[in-house]
């Protein structure tokens, strides 16, 4: 059972615009969500995390939403640039004995020049 | 400058041949992870470790065994019992529990002959 699911294998946007990457989870015990950059043949990289008292984090470029009702969080990188064109993985994790990092299967994020 | 090596970037395996791949960290970090990632299936994990002489079972340990003699090495074995070992194994660590942030290596890929 895929609890962190992210639903669009990939996307495409213009240099300049907005990419949107959604997540959507499963396991309302959820608390903590990560997500994730990788480039072909490299270990991924931490971007950003949001824990669920919060609903909005913005590091730079990126800021990720998390809306708890609908089980949803979303990635926003504005400006796009060519350089952000890699694997996208969502996480998550909760609070509690046992618990591990969940990874969603990745958004292939193409930014056109 | 403390992160996470991994060694070699490439490795060939035989078949029926044992391989073992290296993780050193020296970001202090006590807990130490690997997975394993294949096309459009995210990241699985194979095994973690939280402390020093214990590691526990992920969601696909077969065919793979590790060891944790010392807080900064948790080597990965990749024995004859693992039938489809093709893939490009992570490993990573995280402060002190599996459902942190957790950092990354720059990967293993490994082939088969």
């Known amino acids: 059972d895929q609890q962190v699911k992210q639903n669009s294998p990939s996307l495409s946007v213009q240099e300049g615009r907005i990419s949107i990457l959604n997540c959507d989870y499963t396991n309302s015990m959820f608390d903590y969500f990560l997500w994730y950059k990788k480039y072909p043949a490299e270990g991924p990289t931490f971007l950003i995390s949001?824990?669920?008292?919060?609903d909005k984090n913005e590091d730079g470029r990126f800021t990720v939403f998390l809306n708890k009702s609908a089980k949803h969080l979303s990635l926003h990188i504005v400006p796009s640039q060519p350089g952000d064109s890699a694997v996208y993985f969502c996480?998550?994790?909760?609070?509690?004995?046992?618990?591990?990092?969940?990874f969603g299967k990745g958004i292939t994020l193409s930014v056109r020049p | 400058d403390g992160g996470i090596t991994q060694s070699p970037k490439y490795l060939f395996r035989k078949e029926g041949q044992n391989v073992t791949l290296s993780c050193e960290q020296n970001?202090?970090?006590?807990?130490m992870y690997w997975y394993r990632q294949d096309p459009g299936q995210g990241l699985r994990l194979i095994y973690y470790?939280?402390?020093?002489?214990?590691?526990q079972k992920g969601d696909i340990a077969e065919g793979y065994s590790v060891s944790r003699e010392k807080k900064e090495s948790f080597p990965l074995t990749v024995t004859s019992a693992q039938k489809n070992p093709t893939a490009f194994y992570l490993c990573?660590?995280?402060?002190?529990?599996?459902?942190?942030?957790?950092?990354f290596g720059p990967g293993t890929r490994l082939l088969v002959l």
């Open positions: 970001l202090n970090h006590d807990a």
């Open positions: 996480a998550a994790s909760y609070t509690g004995a046992n618990s591990k990092l969940t």
């Open positions: 470790s939280q402390i020093v002489n214990d590691f």
């Open positions: 990573a660590s995280s402060l002190s529990t599996p459902k942190e942030t957790q950092y």
């Open positions: 949001i824990s669920s008292i919060k």
